[in-house]
């Protein structure tokens, strides 16, 4: 459902859409009323714990389960014996809930136990023998693509290069994105630069550890209560890895306390729904926060080569980009996204990226806002800015030169539509930041970020109830206010009040199926159902209206929450209310309800610029970011306090990878700082207020316009701090 | 198991626990009170921040069988016969809180702060409330709700 052409949503007068109501789980949330994932409990219940490998790589020989099982209070124990192979398309998903023939690293789950106590759960843990052949290993992604190299996994061979390899290696496949030649752009540029970068793997640091509560009967139904960004991806894997049918496992995503990408696959699930099958007793597992750091899915870790030319006129005549991501013990780094997004912001004739996909020993990597997209920016927009401070030129002046735009092939193949970076590189320069004087020891640095958008599977349903009110059941976990935002367009279209709207997060059973909260996808895409669903449900009660008149449905019109006769043709009755038409639905036909199913496409890519005043301690060297601001394309705000937090999350934890994030790998292969001490994400101490501009570029695959704004606000922060703290002031 | 008498939010409360179980666990395990969350168990990241005598502590980091004979406030207490705290309406006026799971422990901080320092400055409020971690809102909205709730709390 696109944007209608003769609908500007830059000037239309929206009632509701672009103001900033409260949000309909607020009270819940700042009572403490709102449960999360470890806030369930059940009759009965048990509690889970599992064991983990202390090695990065090792077969594993047997595993002893006896002694454990004699322990007073142990109900169940699982390990590999458990999980058959089935679906080959989850095997790796499957390999890493629960280690196969070896541990593949450090945290790699080996079994679990179910106890009446966690004290006990814990005693039995340490009963499990497990005789391991210890294995040498790789962290590095660099080490990891050596001849020579520990090989993790015998039957991997690099998928798209030719000749077809024969031997094995840690590199899975290799991609490439691009157009034209850059060998020849070069040649026409006056200044090439060439640069090599690394970028440690991040976690995404949601405060809310993995959680959830399993229960399964020996009628083979099920119950998962989970906090997951995505119940039904949940509901479909957990039935394929542990033998059910999808219809009789009922998944209920619980308020979610972070995701950022994180909370989009499974990792104690399954294994929580064996033990509960094995034990008869609901089974409750919660991760610790080392199991987090050690076991759940950090972002890859990047080596990069990046290559640049300019004519003195600012003009980019070629880039190439060689990037190697690591993305833990399997395949499936977010090589193509980095790649792919490499270049995005520019309009280029002679564009390549190369991209390789390489296993290491560490956890299987997960999504992580933008997956792929901020280690690439950094290294582009470092290598930019650089030839701008060369060549003389203002590096906002160098980058609107070469901007992508309407019409632009994007440098990994589709045109573009209409976008928006360059009114955000206007909109930065304009902005008072851009030309504040800097202090002493303070720098400035500037970088835009691009990212994708995604659509998807996507259902919702609309109930009109008796008294006026409306019922929004969604199916897309709402990880950062989205159900303010889905009553809000509800409301919008119906024409009643903001209030008279209540959206909760259906269960799996309860409503069709719907993808991820992920992508920056749903405010887009559930927003865009939700008009949808309201506009089939405007349909019924003008039918009703009609009915209750004697004339045709066609004749009646929606306007500002009344159904009214479409003209004086049509007869004259005076309007009639949606909660009046509610009230007599079963006398004319029953209940009144909205739908809408789509798979989504149109999301409208989103960009975004970054300004960073960072003062460095000449003694200690410590950066303190000074000031910052965030400009980024939405499209259309929604709801805008809650874009700008977009904007403020994402520039946060940009900060904290560029300064003080980073996976600490020992030599023993054993990841070093699995704990929020020693892995520091910002504290408020360290931070400044985040100032936003909302750029509004109508996104034309949207009703309203909008586009995604989740990600891209974490692509421009790392190389724009890095240039800041540089203190390359602003030319 | 250990015989324990405490007040919570104001009500006498008396439980058994194990002795090396946390105050924390027995607020959410034993007594339902599961607004205090787990985000790390170690004392970094506050989510877990309870009062203990009116000072702020991390729940994770104090045993059950300590509540003995003190008081314990819990975010569960701040609302108060169903009427909202200047810090939990500004809280949601602000947009405060995105995914809402270190909500309780910021609260429960963000109280004591300003019943210590009625009038802080951005700073003030900044340190106060660095044991506290938020992954969502890179703190803008957070700072300025509590600057707007003390503004309030001064005005009566």
Not at chain 1, 137 to 151: F, L
Not at chain 1, 316 to 336: K, L, N, Y
Not at chain 1, 429 to 445: T, V
Request: aromatic share 6%; proline share 6%.
């Amino acid at each position: 459902m696109p944007l209608d052409a003769k609908f500007d949503p830059a000037t239309h007068h929206f009632r509701l859409v672009g103001t900033r109501p409260l949000r309909p789980d607020g009270y819940d949330k700042v009572v403490g009323r709102a449960r999360f994932g470890a806030d369930a409990s059940a009759p009965g219940m048990l509690v889970g714990r599992i064991l983990r490998s202390p090695h990065p790589h090792a077969r594993i020989r047997a595993i002893d389960t006896a002694r454990a099982a004699k322990l007073p209070g142990v109900k169940a124990i699982v390990t590999r014996d458990d999980f058959k192979d089935g679906d080959p398309s989850l095997k790796d998903v499957l390999v890493n809930v629960m280690a196969r023939d070896k541990a593949l690293y450090d945290g790699h789950a080996v079994a679990a136990v179910a106890a009446t106590s966690a004290s006990v759960a814990r005693k039995a843990l340490k009963l499990i023998r497990v005789d391991y052949e210890i294995l040498p290993h790789v962290t590095d992604v660099d080490e990891a693509m050596k001849p020579g190299a520990p090989i993790l996994h015998g039957d991997m061979r690099t998928e798209n290069i030719e000749p077809a390899p024969k031997k094995a290696s840690n590199v899975a496949s290799r991609c490439e994105f691009g157009h034209g030649d850059p060998e020849q752009g070069f040649k026409q540029a006056d200044v090439v630069i060439e640069r090599r970068f690394k970028t440690e793997a991040t976690h995404q640091g949601y405060i809310e550890p993995h959680a959830c509560l399993a229960s399964v009967g020996s009628d083979g139904q099920g119950e998962l209560w989970v906090c997951t960004q995505g119940h039904y991806m949940v509901r479909n894997t957990c039935a394929a890895l542990v033998g059910m049918d999808v219809s009789k496992l009922r998944v209920t995503a619980s308020e979610i306390g972070g995701g950022f990408g994180g909370k989009t696959t499974v990792f104690i699930e399954p294994v929580a729904l064996a033990l509960s099958r094995k034990a008869g007793k609901p089974v409750k597992l919660v991760m610790s926060r080392e199991e987090v750091f050690r076991a759940s899915g950090p972002t890859s870790s990047a080596s990069m080569t990046v290559k640049i030319g300019v004519t003195r006129h600012g003009r980019i005549t070629g880039a190439h980009a060689d990037i190697r991501f690591q993305g833990g013990a399997f395949a499936g780094s977010p090589i193509e996204l980095g790649a792919m997004s490499a270049f995005a912001c520019y309009d280029l004739e002679h564009v390549k990226a190369v991209g390789w996909d390489v296993v290491t020993n560490r956890p299987k990597q997960a999504a992580y806002r933008a997956p792929g997209a901020p280690m690439v920016a950094f290294a582009v927009e470092s290598v930019l800015d650089e030839l701008a401070h060369k060549i003389g030129m203002d590096p906002v002046e160098l980058r609107l030169k070469n901007t992508a735009k309407e019409g632009t092939r994007s440098s990994y193949g589709p045109k573009y539509n209409r976008i928006g970076l360059a009114a955000c590189l206007e909109a930065a320069r304009r902005h008072p930041h851009y030309e504040a004087p800097l202090g002493p020891n303070q720098g400035r640095g500037i970088a835009a970020g691009f990212w994708f958008n995604f659509g998807g599977q996507t259902c919702v349903s609309l109930n009109v109830n008796i008294d006026g009110t409306v019922a929004l059941a969604v199916g897309t976990p709402d990880i950062g206010g989205s159900r303010a935002s889905m009553c809000m367009m509800a409301a919008e279209e119906l024409g009643i009040e903001y209030d008279k709207v209540r959206a909760i997060v259906a269960d799996t059973s309860s409503l069709g199926y719907n993808d991820i909260s992920e992508g920056s996808r749903v405010t887009f895409s559930t927003g865009l159902a939700t008009i949808a669903a309201a506009r089939d449900a405007i349909g019924k009660l003008c039918a009703r209206a009609a009915k209750i008149w004697g004339i045709a449905p066609e004749a009646v019109v929606w306007e500002n929450g009344r159904a009214r006769p479409a003209g004086p043709n049509a007869g004259d009755f005076a309007p009639l209310s949606l909660a009046e038409i509610a009230k007599t639905a079963a006398k004319t036909g029953g209940p009144i309800a909205g739908h809408h199913e789509v798979n989504a496409d149109g999301a409208g890519v989103s960009f975004a610029v970054h300004l960073c005043d960072a003062e460095v301690d000449p003694e200690t060297g410590r950066v303190t970011i000074k000031r910052y601001t965030v400009v980024q394309d939405a499209g259309k705000a929604i709801h805008p306090s809650y874009v700008e937090g977009q904007f403020q999350g994402g520039a946060a934890q940009g900060i904290g990878w560029a300064l003080n994030e980073e996976y600490v790998y020992g030599r023993d292969g054993r990841l070093q700082n699995p704990g929020f001490l020693d892995y520091r994400i910002p504290v408020a101490s360290d931070l400044p207020m985040i100032d936003t501009v909302i750029v509004e570029v109508p996104n034309p695959g949207h009703p309203y316009g909008v586009r995604g704004v989740g990600e891209t606000s974490i692509v421009p922060p790392l190389a724009a701090i890095d240039k800041a703290k540089a203190g390359k002031k602003r030319r | 198991m250990v015989r324990v008498t405490t007040r919570i939010n104001g009500d006498e409360v008396t439980f058994v626990c194990e002795p090396d179980e946390t105050l924390l666990d027995v607020l959410r395990d034993r007594l339902n009170l599961t607004g205090a969350k787990e985000g790390c168990g170690t004392g970094d990241c506050g989510a877990c921040s309870v009062t203990l005598d009116g000072r702020v502590v991390c729940s994770c980091l104090v045993l059950g069988a300590e509540a003995e004979g003190r008081q314990v406030g819990t975010v569960e207490g701040i609302a108060r016969n169903g009427k909202l705290h200047p810090l939990q309406e500004k809280f949601l006026e602000f947009a405060a809180l995105q995914c809402g799971v270190c909500t309780p422990g910021f609260l429960v901080a963000a109280k004591a702060l300003l019943e210590r320092n009625p009038d802080p400055t951005e700073a003030e409020i900044r340190f106060g409330l660095a044991g506290n971690l938020c992954r969502c809102t890179g703190y803008d909205k957070i700072v300025r709700a509590v600057q707007a709730a003390a503004a309030a709390m001064r005005k009566g």
